[in-house]
């Protein structure tokens, strides 16, 4: 009789534990095979409040997954099913449970991007935030002064002052957030760079070298000339001439600008009109990036004291007014002379 009894209680244990390892190898079966995934990928939503009995459930709903009990009980002994975190994830085609697993237990949800561009004004930067469709929107109707002051920095003048970069971001992401990310790395660059200075150039304090990296920045059209221009602006700076910068001007007229300086737009004397004020401009006039910050912290050596667009791009760079007036009247006035206004003021 007792005999009997081990002989049965052996038997169930051994069917138990054969049961146990078709299981194991059942689930890991499931795991390590592809799930049914479109050929052009799926992205599944964990939105606030998933669990992971309600991801399974759904992918299995949508015929993804075979066993959503293998999907939960496989997390539940890996103890990834309480490090699920919300966001969108990407699954490609040829995927895995297990991969699924894998990116919803470290957060590798999708990034997405926006750009600030070298040279562009604040407008510009909010007019992108404000067109990205993946970016929670919190800035709308808030004024320059009132977003400042959300970024702690109160009183400030934004221009300028958002590094141009490409920055990753999830969906939802605030666009409050974005610009603190910007405009973190922007102070932290200057205040590494201002510190590797060269000695000698005609810049009080950082912000100073901000204000002419972005001039820098909206004059160079080749990357190669921006230490080139830089090394003009410094020398001018040094020798009390005008900055005479059209970009400047440009700002200064704000939505007046239809394209086109005009002769009464560089007689006329503003904060920003550089043909007729000494020294820099009150504010960047634009986000420089960080070759024009470089470039305006050493700037290159040399005697020029003029540059021309050549009209492709590059510029003529020279050292007295006689040789930068037959450069204007070779490269804009398309060799007429006529009267401009580098004869009377000098101009760049």
């Known amino acids: 009789?007792?005999?009997?009894?081990?002989?049965?209680?052996?038997?169930?244990?051994?069917?138990?534990?054969?049961?146990?390892?078709?299981?194991?190898?059942?689930?890991?079966?499931?795991?390590?095979?592809?799930?049914?995934?479109?050929?052009?990928?799926?992205?599944?939503?964990?939105?606030?409040?998933?669990?992971?009995?309600?991801?399974?459930?759904?992918?299995?709903?949508?015929k993804v997954i075979s066993n959503p009990r293998y999907l939960i009980w496989y997390a539940r002994w890996t103890s990834q099913a309480t490090k699920i975190h919300i966001g969108e994830y990407e699954l490609e085609a040829g995927a895995t449970p297990a991969t699924f697993l894998s990116k919803i237990s470290k957060g590798n949800v999708i990034q997405y991007s926006l750009t600030i561009v070298e040279g562009w004004s604040f407008s510009q930067v909010l007019n992108a935030l404000k067109e990205n469709e993946h970016i929670t929107h919190t800035l709308k109707d808030k004024t320059n002064e009132q977003i400042m002051a959300q970024l702690n920095s109160a009183g400030m003048h934004p221009e300028g002052r958002f590094m141009p970069d490409t920055y990753h971001f999830p969906r939802g992401e605030k666009d409050v957030d974005?610009?603190?990310?910007?405009?973190?790395?922007?102070?932290k660059y200057l205040a590494k760079k201002w510190d590797d200075r060269d000695v000698g150039i005609p810049i009080?304090?950082?912000?100073?070298?901000?204000?002419?990296?972005?001039?820098?920045?909206?004059?160079?059209?080749?990357?190669?000339?921006?230490?080139?221009?830089?090394?003009?602006?410094?020398?001018?700076?040094?020798?009390?001439?005008?900055?005479?910068?059209?970009?400047?001007?440009?700002?200064?007229?704000?939505?007046?600008?239809?394209?086109?300086?005009?002769?009464?737009?560089?007689?006329?004397?503003?904060?920003?009109?550089?043909?007729?004020?000494?020294?820099?401009?009150?504010?960047?006039?634009a986000m420089p990036g960080r070759d024009a910050i470089n470039a305006v912290l050493r700037p290159a050596e040399g005697e020029a004291l003029y540059f021309v667009s050549r009209g492709d791009g590059s510029h003529y760079f020279s050292s007295t007014l006689d040789e930068h007036n037959q450069a204007v009247i070779k490269y804009q006035l398309k060799g007429r002379k006529k009267s401009f206004s580098s004869f009377k003021a000098g101009a760049k």
Do not use: C, H
Request: avoid cysteine; charge should be positive; glycine fraction near 6%.
């Open 1 to 62: 009789m007792i005999r009997k009894i081990y002989y049965s209680f052996g038997l169930v244990v051994l069917v138990a534990v054969l049961a146990m390892t078709w299981l194991a190898y059942d689930i890991k079966q499931f795991i390590s095979s592809e799930m049914s995934i479109p050929a052009d990928g799926l992205i599944v939503k964990v939105e606030s409040g998933s669990n992971l009995t309600r991801i399974a459930e759904y992918l299995y709903e949508i």
């Open 178 to 187: 974005i610009l603190k990310r910007a405009f973190r790395s922007m102070e």
């Open 204 to 285: 009080k304090n950082s912000y100073e070298a901000l204000i002419l990296a972005s001039i820098v920045e909206k004059e160079t059209g080749l990357a190669s000339e921006r230490s080139a221009i830089a090394g003009v602006f410094s020398r001018r700076l040094i020798k009390r001439m005008r900055l005479q910068s059209d970009p400047t001007v440009i700002y200064g007229m704000g939505e007046r600008y239809k394209g086109n300086i005009r002769r009464s737009d560089l007689q006329q004397k503003t904060p920003y009109n550089t043909y007729r004020i000494f020294g820099l401009p009150p504010t960047p006039i």
